[in-house]
């Protein structure tokens, strides 16, 4: 059974920093890409951040600069290390897996964690 358990949300102040997890099971981690999405009230799901298995990295422009993504193997764990934070960061942060094999994709999602922005 796959899961994918995300942590780390919560209300935090304008300029302020979080750092959100996404723990994975039942997948083969290492060789996964794993992305950070977020879906802000009134707003389609957007892709915030993503890693490959190679480690390559690539950001939505409106983090660029702000947010880190990083993954450890040996943890099946992908973070998401949130600096200068803004109130239009506010949303809910989903971690997706995707595997590519040939012709299939595999995809997983993770139930979601708040993240508020707020003075």
């Known amino acids: 059974q796959v899961q994918l358990v995300e942590s780390g949300g919560g209300l935090v102040q304008p300029g302020g920093s979080l750092r959100l997890s996404c723990a994975a099971s039942?997948?083969?981690?290492?060789?996964?890409?794993m992305g950070w999405y977020r879906r802000a009230p009134g707003k389609e799901r957007e892709l915030v951040a993503a890693?490959?298995?190679?480690?390559?990295?690539n950001y939505a422009d409106s983090v660029k600069g702000r947010f880190a993504i990083s993954r450890d193997n040996a943890k099946n764990t992908v973070y998401l290390q949130m600096n200068s934070l803004k109130p239009e960061d506010t949303a809910v942060y989903y971690c997706?897996?995707?595997?590519?094999?040939?012709?299939?994709?595999?995809?997983?999602w993770g139930q979601g964690t708040q993240v508020t922005v707020s003075s």
């Open positions: 997706k897996s995707t595997l590519i094999r040939g012709t299939l994709t595999e995809h997983y």
């Open positions: 039942g997948i083969i981690f290492n060789i996964n890409t």
């Open positions: 890693i490959t298995g190679g480690y390559t990295t």
